[in-house]
């Protein structure tokens, strides 16, 4: 069974302090690697899509990596407006469902 | 990215009636869409994945007959909770993508709030 864990579960970061999200995974046969943003009460918000070991993908202040066990999510200088809750999910097999983790939910304070 | 909305964005019910949610994209043409649900402080669980034109698909645990899924056209698909009751209580999120095989991207709708009394 495909398993995905997310660490930390909660993070306080202070304006401009950088950190990493961990997502690591347990498949069979990965087809894809997602990260998504969701802000409370609303729906997930696409960021990335990583498909092979050793491929990066930015957007602002996100980086995302991957290995052939897990993928990061580096926050460099974080914004208040970065905070909410970072989802990892993973794509496996034929059909195009995902198994997601249980989310790290970050906060950046002033 | 693609876009996708949801109707009603929340929605409160008597125990016992039935709720349809809708679900469209509104930018293409999604051959599968998929609807999860999420408790508080919990991540998002499948419930069933949606095709056009065919029957849903539902995961392990989640009762046919009791959430009913209709994908009629390629950008309407509708969850009905019938008969529902305060532990379906929840927040129903639905998701397109273009394709059926290949890691294809899914798109998030808003989300609908239930709250079953």
């Known amino acids: 069974e495909d398993q995905v864990t997310q660490s930390p579960e909660a993070l306080r970061l202070q304006e401009g302090e950088s950190s990493s999200l961990n997502c690591s995974y347990t498949?069979?046969?990965?087809?894809?690697l997602f990260w998504y943003r969701q802000d409370p009460g609303k729906g997930p918000e696409f960021l990335f899509t990583?498909?092979?070991a050793g491929e990066e993908k930015e957007k602002e202040r996100l980086k995302a990596t991957l290995t052939k066990k897990e993928s990061f999510l580096h926050i460099t200088a974080p914004k208040p407006e970065d905070s909410a809750t970072y989802l990892c999910?993973?794509?496996?097999?034929?059909?195009?469902?995902?198994?997601f983790g249980t989310g790290t939910r970050l906060q950046v304070t002033l | 990215g693609a876009v996708v909305s949801q109707h009603p964005s929340w929605v409160i019910c008597k125990s016992g009636t039935s709720v349809k949610i809708e679900c469209r994209s509104l930018d293409f043409q999604a051959t599968t869409m998929f609807w999860y649900r999420q408790f508080p402080k919990q991540s998002l669980m499948l419930m069933a994945t949606?095709?056009?034109?065919?029957?849903?698909?539902?995961e392990q645990g989640v009762e046919k007959d009791k959430f009913l899924i209709n994908h009629a056209s390629l950008t309407l698909s509708t969850l009905t909770v019938t008969s529902a009751h305060p532990e379906d209580s929840s927040f129903y999120i639905c998701s397109e993508t273009s394709g059926n095989y290949g890691a294809d991207t899914q798109y998030f709708g808003p989300g609908t709030r239930l709250t079953v009394l």
């Open positions: 949606s095709n056009e034109g065919s029957k849903a698909t539902y």
């Open positions: 990583l498909y092979s």
């Open positions: 498949v069979s046969g990965l087809r894809g």
């Open positions: 999910a993973v794509h496996t097999g034929t059909a195009s469902k995902l198994t």
